[in-house]
């Protein structure tokens, strides 16, 4: 593994955080035994510990691929309503092996502290996430400062997205068990994520439009390759999107919270099968044009 050393951010602007660069193998070779008894290499996704402190008090610790683990604590910390401007952070600081027991660390150092940072992580929900989900406070009862765009997605903009997600070269090609997440605004596919926990994936896309002072448009969709779990509709929301995409299903707690969003979901999307759950006016079909 690569040590830590920091590095500029991709905008020259003083108020954004400054990172290491922390990068991990995202794979590795193990040798299985198959039931005849024949030996083989296979490739399997790596899983990591990373414990984020917040001015070094112990936050939480994430299992993730740690491909992007600086954005990946940015976007959590977004998505937790624990910040609320990337400027309230000086810099982030990931070390693989700084933790106990090989664990890796990220250290994140804010400019002005967190007010009420004990209240705000005291009650913490476990969510259905892979990995350690987790939402902080109340933020199931704070949707009423979410207003999502009324975007709408056409069948054909639909299809032509599932096909750039088919045709992207992906960890899970060579190794399965991840998840991916991107963000498509128009036809043109901006960030691709894949990390063992989709909520790890999401935030990673979070921390990323912070970084590079991306503004969501109206018609920008987010997809997933897990399930439309409350918390992934609602992170979506966070970032303003109204069209998400899932090649899974969708849960209870999901749909409700899409329906009193007014957040188009859309799941069981592979090739050109879909299934509309929320808001199904709003794609568009041949009929409906």
């Not at 109340?138 to 400062?145: F, I, S, T, V």
């Not at 960890?171 to 991916?180: D, P």
């Not at 043109?188 to 990323?208: F, K, L, P, Q, S």
Request: proline share 2%; with cysteine; charged share 20%.
């Amino acid at each position: 593994m690569r040590r830590p050393f920091f590095v500029c951010s991709s905008i020259d602007m003083p108020s954004l955080p400054r990172f290491t660069q922390a990068h991990c193998e995202l794979t590795r070779q193990i040798e299985v035994v198959d039931e005849q008894g024949v030996r083989s290499s296979v490739t399997i996704p790596a899983e990591r510990a990373l414990t984020l402190y917040v001015d070094k008090r112990e936050i939480v610790t994430l299992m993730t691929l740690g491909a992007n683990p600086e954005l990946l604590a940015l976007g959590y910390l977004r998505n937790q309503r624990l910040v609320t401007d990337v400027s309230e952070v000086e810099s982030i600081t990931v070390d693989w092996e700084a933790g106990e027991a090989g664990a890796g660390v990220a250290a994140i150092k804010t400019y002005a502290g967190i007010q009420d940072i004990q209240a705000l992580t005291d009650k913490r929900v476990i969510t259905t996430g892979c990995g350690q989900g987790s939402l902080f406070g109340d933020l199931m009862g704070d949707l009423e400062g979410l207003c999502l765009p009324d975007a709408f997605i056409s069948q054909a903009r639909l299809h032509s997205l599932l096909n750039t997600i088919r045709l992207q070269e992906t960890v899970y090609k060579s190794a399965g068990t991840v998840h991916g997440c991107a963000l498509f605004t128009g036809d043109t596919m901006r960030i691709y994520v894949e990390d063992v926990g989709r909520h790890n994936a999401v935030d990673v896309i979070a921390g990323w439009l912070w970084m590079n002072g991306v503004q969501i448009d109206a018609d920008a969709v987010f997809y997933t390759t897990g399930r439309l779990t409350s918390e992934m509709v609602l992170k979506s929301a966070q970032m303003g999107i109204g069209v998400v995409v899932s090649r899974n299903g969708i849960t209870q707690m999901g749909f409700d919270l899409a329906k009193r969003l007014g957040l188009c979901a859309i799941g069981r999307a592979k090739n050109k099968h879909y299934l509309v759950y929320t808001e199904h006016a709003r794609v568009l079909t041949e009929a409906s044009v």
